[in-house]
């Protein structure tokens, strides 16, 4: 019966949970300290697409011109109240003569993204 020990012995892989003897470590799951909290690349690309439609049929409450879609993603300067969470700014402008500026804010909160409206500055 000494078989049945063997694999216990061989351990299991970094990064893996250990599931096999009954114990699922949830905390492997979640980001070490080390992995600064931020957007990534697809979270980056979605928002710039969800905004670039969205700019597409908002109009200029001033002037009546559409939105701008060369949009700017910029980090806020307001704080975060969740730990590991992240704030951007979507900024663009009107195509109005006057170009009038309008902001959005987006917020991930425990891995959902929070998308706010386009508001005058």
Known sequence: MEWLTLPALWGVPAGMPAIWNGY???RLEQPGADVEAGPTELDLALIKTLYEAIAAGTFCARCG????????????SRPVTTPGSWRLLVVTRCHGWLRHP??????????DLRIGQFDRV
Not at 65 to 76: D, K, W
């Open 24 to 26: 699922y470590d949830r």
């Open 65 to 76: 011109a559409t939105l701008g879609r060369r949009l700017r993603l910029v980090p806020s």
């Open 102 to 111: 309008f902001a959005a804010d987006v917020t991930e909160v425990a891995g």
